[in-house]
């Protein structure tokens, strides 16, 4: 199998699958369909379009399938799978014992309703940025938000977009985020270098959202107010505070899990070790769509890969390129190959890594500084990211609130002014780039 060959035709399966799934949604919306986006499962919109990248190239239908069953199988795959089963397990426990209910009165009591919005955003950003991961966020967040929609009057996209926008905001800027550790290692810069360069970026993207935010809740009110145990309050205390010590997600997770359910057996009424094991199990099967899902977006995109797709979009850009040296051009070109990267695999990580050696030889041809790279690379990316409804933390955060996630990307305020701020620096040179 040729690993160097372009096939522009490699990336229809990608558009057919959205051509189907969004197609299907906005021609029932029209048709005055309720929940319009429910009716076909992204899950089997996708088989069609799995099934035209196996038919397609010359290897053997053994050898794709092959292909496909590692793409599904692949290291980050099924590192988001297991964190989309924990976060149900955990949701699942801490809705059981009363914890989500506690919080979010907890919350209402001390911030007023008109604050929510911004406030989601805000602690998103913050806990993201320690903990490195927007799904180990969105996980954690999320079951809040969707508590506090059944307490006031703000609407779920709304909330979730704050939530995901808020880790989208640190998973980009934060030390210890794979995407960071990815667009440096291939660009050849220090991580501090390039956190500075990225907060010049994100931070008036930050600020524009949080204006936002408080502008679209500043009506908000609070409809139901409730009483609450703190005690039920000290899982999700608890995993904050792991978080913001830059604690592993996975062991934030379990040990989030472990405190629910032992708030539950002391402190709970009927509360027993199989109704802790059944909340569990209900959290994980309440995972399923979108974790198989993430599993057919791999597979998918490995095929993709597999026919030339990716090496495609490299060698579009390479020859967007070759005769338009200049730092303007470059800046715009790396940003283009990570958008469309990002597209094709529906992994920010991924898309770095596969696209970071050609991000460098475009940086180096046009005299791009490799903290520019990096921080281009990891932005655009993280925008990319943010927007598409088959993204890992779009996914989640629909899972969890039980809404469609084309409606949470609706909401997505702060990936839309990260890209609006992001093209103006390039555009005007901003920030400076100090030798």
Known sequence: MKENKSNAMALAPLGLFLAIFIGTGVYLTASGTNMAFYQLSATVAILPAIIWAVIMGRETISEKINIFLSGVGDINIITMCMIYLLAGGFAAVAKSIGGVEATVNFGLSVIPAAMVLPGLFVISAFIATAMGSAMGTVAAIAPIAVGVADKTDLALPLLMGAVVGGAMFGDNLSMISDTTIAATRTQGCEMSDKFKMNFK??????????????????????????????????????????????????????????????VGLFLTPGFTLLAFAQNIYAGFTGMQEILVLSMLIGGLGELIKLHGGVVWIIQFISKLTSGKKSTRSGEFSISFLAVLADLCTANNTVAIILTGGMAKEIADRNNVDPRRSASLLDIFSCIVQGIIPYGAQVLLAGSIAKISPLSVVGSMYYCYALAVVAVLGILFGFPKVRK
């Not at 935010?213 to 309050?233: H, M, P």
Request: charged share 10%.
């Open 201 to 262: 970026l994100a931070l008036p993207a930050a600020l524009a959202t949080i204006a936002v935010f408080a502008f679209l809740g500043s009506s908000g009110e609070v409809l139901v107010r409730g009483d609450y145990e703190f005690v039920k309050i000290v899982p999700y205390v608890a995993i904050l505070v792991m978080a913001v010590m830059g604690v592993n997600v996975f062991t934030v997770l379990i040990a989030g899990i472990a405190l629910c359910g032992a």
